[in-house]
Each structure stands twice: as C-alpha cells, then as structure tokens.
Nanobody
Framework: VQLQASGGGLVQPGGSLRLSCAAS????????ISWYRQAPGNQRELVAT???????DYADSVKGRFTISRDNAKNTVYLQMTSLKSTDTAVYYC?????????WGQGTQVTVSS
C-alpha cells in the first residue's frame, strides 16, 4: 500500500489549506489513519486521527482549527486546516495511527508565512 499526501503550499497566517491523503488500496475502512507533521529540527508529531468507525482526535495545538475526514469510496483522508499559524509550518504526512506503518513517503510541505 502506498499513501500519497498532497495539497500543501504557501499560505499567509490565518489562511486555510486542505490536505489529501490518497491510498493505493482500500485501507481506511479497517485502519485508524492519522496525519503527522515534522518541522525542521523537530521530531515527527501526531496531528489528527480518524478511526475506522469515524471517531476523531486532535493534538491540543490544532484542536478547533483542523478537521480530519475520510471518504472511503475514494480511498482518501483529508485534513482541513484553518486559522493557520507560523508554528504549523512543517512537512505533513499521513499513515496508520499504530504500527506497523506503511512507507512514509515524501509528505507535503505546508509553509505559513507572510
């Protein structure tokens, strides 16, 4: 299974972006899927999770600003990001919530800057 994250870019503080995570197979209905991010010099951190049953969870730093959702028919998980801050700048990845993980791929760069 391959996961492809896309939708990143350069956005001003306060702006919005929607990231997409497309899978090569039908994995979302049986797995909790998460978005992670890694800023330069930092460890990868968990951002948001959506379980197979639809339950969601968020890091405190993004709660109320980010929304994770899933379209099983399209094998795609989304991350809607609003009220973006400079501290959200990072490479964003999608993967399973729990190991064993799929290949991490290249992720998608999100840069929040004026």
């Amino acid at each position: 299974v391959q996961l492809q994250a896309s939708g990143g870019g350069l956005v001003q503080p306060g702006g919005s972006l929607r990231l997409s995570c497309a899978a090569s197979g039908n994995i979302f209905s049986a797995n909790a899927i998460s978005w992670y991010r890694q800023a330069p010099g930092n460890q990868r951190e968990l951002v948001a999770t959506i379980a197979s049953g639809g339950w969601t969870d968020y890091a405190d730093s993004v709660k109320g600003r980010f929304t994770i959702s899933r379209d099983n028919a399209k094998n795609t998980v989304y991350l809607q990001m609003t009220s973006l801050k400079s501290t959200d700048t990072a490479v964003y990845y999608c993967n399973k919530r729990f190991p064993p993980y799929f290949s991490w791929g290249q992720g998608t760069q999100v840069t929040v800057s004026s």
